[in-house]
């Protein structure tokens, strides 16, 4: 049903402001070899009624006015096209939805975001921004977990 790994972005290259350009959202399963991104195929009918876990991974911050725009989209197409749907957008403090400040986390950030879809095809999307620091958000990486955090 999943891919091996469901890695949507696996840490090849540092994502900061001068990459930012070349960071384009992934639109096959094959992995790119230059973004280290690639769309997951979770199987037709998406994921189980209670969902499925994001996790983002920033393992290096500084304090800046640097951000990070990332989220997680759905479709039935692996090419993804006009049929995309947000499903998580990562945040700290949910004063800026969407977005990751520099300014809000420490060294290491970790993110999970639970959701939900009937859509075959997931990925993630990163967009870094330079503030006044040099726009790293490092080597991030974005997984899905299947069995995280249930609640009984």
Do not use: N, W
């Not at 393992?59 to 006015?65: G, Q, W, Y």
């Not at 939900?116 to 080597?139: I, L, N």
């Amino acid at each position: 049903m999943f891919d091996a790994d469901l890695i949507c972005i696996d840490g090849t290259i540092d994502v900061d402001s001068d990459t930012a350009a070349t960071f384009v959202a992934a639109t096959a399963v094959a992995r790119s070899g230059t973004t280290g991104a690639a769309v997951i195929d979770i199987g037709a009918g998406g994921t189980p009624a209670d969902g499925i876990v994001a996790v983002l991974i920033i393992p290096a911050l500084t304090s800046t006015s640097d951000y990070l725009t990332a989220t997680v989209q759905t479709s039935d197409a692996v090419g993804f096209g006009s049929d995309v749907h947000e499903v998580v957008k990562f945040d700290v403090a949910a004063v800026t939805l969407g977005r990751i400040l520099a300014s809000e986390c420490g060294s290491i950030l970790t993110v999970v975001a639970r959701f939900a879809t009937d859509k075959r095809y997931v990925r993630a999307v990163v967009t870094p921004t330079k503030g006044t620091g040099d726009g790293s958000f490092s080597t991030l990486k974005v997984y899905l977990e299947p069995t995280a955090f249930k609640v009984l």
